[in-house]
């Protein structure tokens, strides 16, 4: 099965399209190489793919024959994130809703540099 459509009948992706076109930025590896939306995708390969500033991992465990249900997704796929990647998913999600309201606007200098230097420290 294609890449892209693996990854859309597995639901890391809404619709194949956006699946195709992160294949096309290069934010998707199979075992560590950039690959295109229409590389194979066979059991035991190991997935990474770059969504929202996170690396997510997983091993392919089987082929679906269509689009699944959320609940048989561990019949298919192993998720191998790693725990740093999660923390900070997390960390994203309360500082930006900390710190900035919805809809307050484009930050400014002074709210860029206040975000970058806790994100460095947090490092």
């Not at 048989?72 to 309201?101: C, F």
């Amino acid at each position: 099965m294609r890449i892209d459509k693996y990854l859309w009948c597995v639901r890391h992706f809404k619709t194949r399209s956006l699946a195709t076109e992160a294949c096309n930025k290069g934010h998707l590896k199979i075992n560590n190489a950039v690959v295109k939306a229409s590389k194979e995708v066979f059991i035991g390969d190991s997935i990474t793919i770059r969504k929202n500033q996170i690396y997510y991992s997983f091993e392919v465990i089987g082929i679906p024959s269509s689009r699944i249900g959320a609940k048989l997704l561990a019949l298919y796929i192993n998720d191998t994130t790693p725990a740093e990647e999660i923390e900070r998913l997390e960390l994203m999600k309360y500082s930006k809703e900390y710190y900035r309201g919805k809809g307050t606007g484009r930050p400014t200098k002074k709210d860029r540099r206040d975000l970058e230097e806790f994100a460095d420290e947090n490092e």
